[in-house]
């Protein structure tokens, strides 16, 4: 919980970009030079799609002694994510656009992660190698991970962020507003969890729709399509080199020896600055 000492200080007016990968939106804040200023009221307020400026989640760039930058992600309802990998590649499009390079290395609570733009100009990021333990997850208790005992047998994969994937028969008949709700909130989840549904198209190929936890309902999700090739290679059902249809679009996920890397398109749609007299309201 925050107080007066951890709070960061709000300043007077606050510049943002707004991007998005494959329509998961993301509000980011440059933050580098001084500290960082987002709160949980910041983050849930900007969250607000009618008051604020929507998004799905908000990544902070910070300074980092280790790497090009560091970044710290948001939820739209306030809550921290542990990583966001849409997110992650939109940031770092920005960064070597503004660096003059087609690779550099980042650090988010996952640790140091790489990201490099292929030759088409889509963005690559390793997003680290998956939690498979029931205690990296993290679930509430000792379990298989690749079948949980939940019914529709789903599978847990941390991916920086908890991840509960379901293989059903047509992802497109799922009801996201009514099963993810009580699938976050499972008590086999203590942080609660994303909730993935997926259907198989070919053996490289997957359609995936997504509930991410503290934020609803989301046209794509990049530590969720990551999991889920990781649950579906694991399942027998893929390879480990994957394309997945999201609402938002295409993403790839390609799971080397050095960890799950996920590609894809990213767009930055404008850039805006926060009023004083809505940083003043908080």
Request: glycine share 10%; hydrophobic share 40%.
């Amino acid at each position: 919980m925050e107080n007066a000492a951890t709070q960061p200080k709000t300043p007077t007016a606050i510049a943002f970009m707004k991007m998005h990968g494959a329509g998961n939106d993301f509000v980011i804040i440059d933050s580098r030079g001084r500290d960082a200023v987002v709160t949980s009221k910041l983050a849930q307020a900007l969250g607000d799609r009618h008051r604020g400026t929507g998004f799905d989640q908000l990544a902070e760039i910070r300074d980092s002694q280790t790497a090009d930058f560091a970044l710290d992600f948001w939820n739209s309802d306030g809550s921290r994510a542990g990583a966001c990998g849409n997110a992650t590649r939109c940031v770092s499009d920005y960064m070597m656009n503004e660096l003059g390079r087609d690779t550099l290395t980042l650090t988010t609570d996952r640790g140091t992660l790489h990201a490099i733009r292929q030759q088409d100009g889509r963005i690559s990021v390793n997003m680290g190698h998956p939690q498979l333990d029931w205690s990296e997850v993290p679930l509430s208790h000792a379990t298989d991970t690749l079948h949980l005992p939940l019914s529709g047998d789903p599978a847990a994969v941390g991916m920086g962020n908890p991840h509960c994937v379901f293989f059903v028969a047509d992802a497109e008949a799922i009801n996201l507003t009514t099963d993810g709700p009580a699938i976050e909130h499972h008590s086999l989840f203590p942080e609660r969890t994303n909730v993935e549904y997926a259907h198989l198209i070919a053996p490289d190929h997957l359609r995936m729709r997504v509930w991410e936890r503290g934020a609803g309902v989301t046209l794509a999700c990049g530590s969720g399509t990551c999991a889920t090739v990781v649950a579906a290679h694991l399942r027998g059902l893929t390879g480990r080199s994957v394309t997945v249809e999201a609402d938002g679009g295409t993403l790839n996920v390609d799971w080397r020896d050095d960890g799950v890397w996920l590609i894809g398109p990213t767009a930055h749609i404008f850039n805006g600055t926060l009023t004083p007299a809505f940083l003043a309201a908080l």
